[in-house]
């Protein structure tokens, strides 16, 4: 079987790929507890490619973690539901991850050069989690990882299977790290900023190979970044998240062209642009709060121009403003 033979149904006969209902995320210290994620939201249709946008310390990564079931369990409290092609996430045995991880969901993280053991070549690593998971021979398994590294388009592909980790640029590392998520033909792909380390011009060839590739095998997909760009460029739908909550979320166009929360209306107008050249950039003031200390009312109301006295005393309720698109603000009609 081929990496293509495993594309889905027409997504219209399908339930969602993914359902996330009220999920809660705590992270417990001696002296504090972080909420990093606060009643979450999400769905994902099959085929479809779902970006989470947001600063650093939203909640983002911790979501899609949480997804992998990679969070540490002794300091770590979750509530809520996550099911992932029908199967609730949080209530999977240990046994039952492992089947999960690689088959049914797989990770993409940030530093591609951490994720390979720098002890064996790329193609034996490749190769023994094909094996391992549907256990066929080393051969087919090393042949699996020759027919994954031609799609990523990795040049030389039978000389780069002998590597180590530390022979790879970034990247080809990158390339790498794909080719290992893809090895199981899983349904869903998580990406947690995988260009964040890269120069612009590999940052560009990474994102339309993910493109493509999630075109060509049906996969569906949720990209986490920080970068409007990023976002505008691999993007079916876009999720605004804000310490720990979605604030906007709504197709591609609708988020870009008609931003409606503040938060994502500060986001736009903090992008650089020819059309800026020689204008001092608008940043948005202050800083995120501490998710250990979270104000009462709705979190970005410090930072936000429109707050008013409702906005620091009553957490949002989301609306419809139209289609899939909805935010939640107290200040949607003003």
Not at 79 to 100: K, N, T, Y
Not at 120 to 147: F, P
Not at 148 to 163: G, H, K, M, T, Y
């Amino acid at each position: 079987m081929t990496l293509a033979a495993a594309k889905p149904a027409a997504a219209a006969t399908q339930a969602p790929l993914v359902e996330i209902a009220d999920l809660t995320v705590r992270f417990r210290t001696p002296t504090r507890q972080a909420h990093a994620v606060n009643g979450v939201d999400l769905s994902l249709q099959h085929g479809e490619v779902l970006t989470i946008l947001g600063e650093s310390g939203s909640g983002k990564s911790v979501t899609l973690r949480t997804l992998m079931r990679l969070l540490p369990e002794r300091r770590t409290e979750l509530s809520g539901r996550v099911s992932v092609d029908g199967e609730d996430v949080l209530a999977m045995s240990q046994r039952q991850l492992i089947r999960f991880r690689g088959r049914t969901a797989s990770m993409i993280f940030q530093e591609p050069m951490l994720a390979f053991d720098p002890v064996y070549r790329i193609g034996e690593q490749i190769a023994e989690t094909v094996c391992r998971h549907e256990g066929v021979s080393r051969r087919e398994g090393m042949a699996r990882a020759l027919e994954l590294f031609e799609l990523v388009r990795i040049p030389s592909p039978q000389r780069r299977l002998a590597n180590y980790p530390h022979e790879l640029s970034g990247g080809m590392s990158q390339r790498a790290m794909i080719a290992l998520a893809l090895s199981c033909r899983p349904k869903l792909l998580l990406a947690d900023e995988p260009t964040t380390a890269l120069d612009a011009t590999v940052q560009i060839q990474i994102l339309l190979l993910l493109r493509d590739l999630q075109r060509e095998l049906g996969m569906s997909v949720i990209f986490v970044t920080h970068d409007m760009g990023v976002a505008n460029e691999i993007s079916d739908r876009i999720a605004v998240m804000y310490a720990g909550r979605i604030v906007e979320s709504g197709r591609v166009e609708e988020i870009i062209g008609q931003p409606r929360h503040p938060y994502t209306q500060g986001l736009m107008a903090s992008r650089a642009s020819e059309a800026q050249r020689g204008q001092r950039l608008q940043a948005i003031p202050g800083a995120p709060p501490d998710l250990a200390d979270l104000p009462h009312g709705c979190a970005f109301a410090p930072r936000c121009p429109q707050a008013t006295d409702e906005c620091l005393t009553a957490v949002p309720v989301a609306r419809t403003l139209s289609g899939s698109h909805w935010a939640a603000c107290c200040r949607l009609d003003a």
